[in-house]
């Protein structure tokens, strides 16, 4: 095995923060041509697996479970990171993230201030979608989770249980980034998370 290649492998392994990796992870390593010929020939050995374009996982596998595929988010730090982009978790996928539905999304839809797309990660189908900056200003917050989960879970459907949940997931320092990140949200929505992060009646 090469230098390069040994160096890539190395890292995959052993780090503990990322289990995704783009070639922009290795650039302190070489050229980018060289970082893409070593993935290449890491792959081509079966050392790494290839998700999509220009993300890549050291294969893990459990003694009980065996293949371990990538979380989600692993996927979208990659994606953030090689694409230079952000992205918000929406629909059924917030709304399960939340605790406010046990639907797990086979096509887990993401909002963006990137180009809209859709990628085939293994057996996972990640819609991208570009949206306003009005909705991408709460990106990577909770209070835009909330925002999209409360959205995908409707107006009507909103009652005592679902704030009454949102109460006891979220922390003190969550509830205090809804109030201020509420001028976001539609009305109805703001409505909502005010009542989240009122304290509770002695």
Known sequence: MQGMDAKILIRTQRSRAKSVFSPGDFLDLGSRPA???ALHRLVKAGKLHRLARGLYEAPRVDSSLGPLAPSIEAIVEALKGRD????QASGAYAANLLGLSD????TVVFLTDGPSRRLQ???LVLVLKRTTPRNMATSGRVSGLVIQALRHVGQQAVDASIVKRLKSRLSDADKRQLLKDARFAPAWIAAVMKQVAMPEEA
Do not use: A, E
């Open 35 to 37: 970082v893409d010929q």
């Open 84 to 87: 230079r982009i952000r992205l």
């Open 103 to 106: 639907q797990v999304p086979v």
């Open 121 to 123: 990660v293994g057996g």
